[in-house]
């Protein structure tokens, strides 16, 4: 069965650095990755969506990257600010292999100032 | 626009009682998932439903567990005689279900305490 795991489970920076979170998958490529927030006691909130023949996708300061060769997805949030601090989850999207995105355990970010 | 709306946030139930928990979907969504998230780990997925059909039920619990989506009124996930292992959070999104992949947005979700 397919497996997803998110490298950290904690990542701490500094104010105005960039924040690199990674997301791997084991079996076949999904035709789309997602990325969501969750801040605590909070619902996720749909961040990107990324396609499998899209190689890097960006919106404001975030940017996330696809690469099915490695079978990663790599999410990047440039000029980081304290209010970036949350858990951040990638989720596997597959329409062909089932109905329900299949979530990693998430990294939680902190952004010191 | 309302979200997903989910009632009640917080649910504190004995052990063998039985826990209702509620969702309606943002307006016009026909797709409804339920996940359940414990400390320390992810999000996993329970049940998929359209209205008044179940699609995918392979995430829930083979007993003690349903799931409605009627045709008028929120989805339901109804959890009968309880046990403390049921003590989670649980979500629920709902999606319009387009081509372009099943974006999906939640509710902020109901945490059940079973004492």
């Known amino acids: 069965s397919q497996k997803i795991e998110q490298n950290s489970e904690a990542l701490n920076i500094q104010e105005g650095k960039t924040a690199t979170l990674t997301c791997n998958y084991t079996?076949?490529?999904?035709?789309?990755l997602q990325w969501y927030r969750q801040d605590p006691g909070r619902g996720p909130v749909f961040l990107l969506l990324?396609?499998?023949?899209?190689k890097e996708k960006r919106k404001e300061r975030l940017k996330v990257t696809f690469d099915t060769t490695l079978k990663q997805s790599l999410f990047h949030i440039t000029a980081s600010q304290p209010a970036d601090s949350a858990t951040y989850l990638c989720?596997?999207?597959?329409?062909?292999?089932?109905?329900?995105?299949?979530f990693g355990k998430g990294t939680t970010l902190s952004v010191s100032s | 626009n309302a979200g997903v709306m989910q009632n009640p946030r917080h649910l504190v139930r004995r052990r063998g009682q039985e826990a209702r928990l509620r969702c309606s979907p943002v307006?016009?969504?026909?797709?409804v998932y339920w996940y359940r998230q414990l400390p320390e780990e992810g999000l996993k997925f329970m049940v998929y439903?359209?209205?008044?059909?179940?699609?995918?039920e392979s995430g829930m619990p083979k007993e003690r567990f349903s799931a409605e989506f009627p045709k008028e009124g929120p989805s339901i996930l109804r959890i009968q005689q309880v046990v403390r292992g049921d003590s989670a959070a649980y979500f629920c999104?709902?999606?319009?279900?387009?081509?372009?992949?099943?974006?999906?947005?939640f509710g902020a979700g109901t945490r059940l305490s079973v004492l």
């Open positions: 999104a709902s999606s319009p279900w387009t081509s372009g992949g099943n974006i999906q947005y």
């Open positions: 079996n076949y490529s999904p035709a789309y």
């Open positions: 990324i396609r499998e023949n899209e």
């Open positions: 989720a596997l999207d597959e329409p062909q292999a089932g109905t329900a995105l299949i």
């Open positions: 307006k016009g969504h026909s797709h």
């Open positions: 439903l359209q209205k008044e059909n179940i699609i995918d």
